[in-house]
């Protein structure tokens, strides 16, 4: 089965506008939980933009599902993890230095630093993941470095279906096939998230090796309108629609 991971970043984002004690991402994922989300997702940023430490450490007090913790490579985001020892990390890149130029992490040229910083966090017993683009250079350095799942970045792709460059998104999807292939056949797990709405997620969803995709922004967005449950229902119905 595939798996939905749902994000609840943006609901802190809405909170933090004002300043306010609400709307509150951990009744939103009490919300996600309760309809059917398999993972929660949250990323603690360096500026704490959205998420805050007391949401991280509500959430771990809170939910039945897991925990996605996602985090820049940080020595403080490392100590943070290793205290709450949520079930899964996801490494992403915060600082334009980390971060190749289709997005994801750059993992090719740190691999020791990755490697060094992903030690701690398997040995305490968190499943890693690395966030990087669909490239075989970041993903066969991702095997090596340890890590057990690459998040496969899917922003380039719903980016180039918004902007109606269809042969380009397309040439991304084919990346993207070519890539979950290639990194299940190294014996990693593949995810797969960024930018998925409704319109953009089928052709995710129906490539046979990803296992989990994670998704926010435009399910928050669309809780205003319908709801969380019902929109995550429909995500939930288009996935498996693909998958069949
Ligand atoms: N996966 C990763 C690694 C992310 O960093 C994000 C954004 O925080 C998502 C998935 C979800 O992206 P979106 O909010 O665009 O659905």
Redesign the pocket.
Known sequence: MLRLGV?I??VATVRNARGSAYPDPVRAAKIAEAAGADGI?A?LREDRRHIKDADIDALMENLAVPLNF?MAATEEMQKIALRHRPHAV?I?PEKREERTTEGGLEVAREEKRIADFITPLREAGCRVSL?VAADRAQIEASARVGAQVV?L?T?AYCDLHYEGRFDERDAELERLREMSAHAHALGLEVHA????TYETVKPIAALPEVKEL??????IGEALFVGLGPAMNEMRRLMDEARA
Not at 214 to 219: D, M, T
């Open positions: 994000n970043d943006h997702t990323h996602e996801c992403v966030f998040e970045h922003g998230g960024h930018g998925l994670n998704i926010g922004h435009f399910l």
